[in-house]
């Protein structure tokens, strides 16, 4: 048995009938990774973060351009900020996982400027491309 949180107002479910993390490869069915507990939904963004950031460097290692869509979940019910970040806003759970939002996107942040990718932005908006080879301009939406 999991503890759900008490956000659900749920009683324990057992593992084999909570709620999952699945993937799969294009064409093929999915499999189960692991439960999705509190403390993987403390977790996930980073762990998303660490895929996205892998994907843009195979991507790059292959010469191909990508298109990466990373939404976070930081600041969705419920706020669960991850360990390092739990009490560092001094407002609670909702402030400390802005912050840890904020860490998130700095690292991917980085990780496109690791692979070369360009940026140009208007009225706040920004759209990262990578294509090799490319003299073409990012789109911008």
Do not use: C
């Not at 019910?77 to 970040?85: K, R, T, V, Y």
């Not at 940026?119 to 990012?138: D, K, V």
């Amino acid at each position: 048995m999991t503890h759900q949180g008490k956000q659900t107002n749920t009683l324990d479910i057992p593992l084999d009938k909570g709620p999952k993390i699945v993937e799969a490869n294009r064409g093929e069915p999915l499999k189960s990774v692991k439960p999705y507990t509190e403390e993987v939904r403390r977790g996930i963004d980073w762990e998303l973060v660490d895929h996205g950031a892998d994907f843009m460097r195979r991507q790059k290692a292959g010469g191909k351009p990508f298109f990466l869509y990373l939404p976070i979940s930081r600041t969705h019910f419920p706020n669960l900020p991850s360990i390092g970040f739990e009490g560092a806003s001094r407002i609670g759970q909702f402030g400390d996982s802005v912050m840890e939002g904020d860490a998130v996107v700095g690292t991917i942040l980085d990780a496109l400027k690791d692979v070369g990718a360009r940026t140009r932005s208007s009225r706040g908006s920004a759209m990262w491309a990578y294509e090799p080879h490319s003299t073409r301009r990012p789109t911008l939406f």
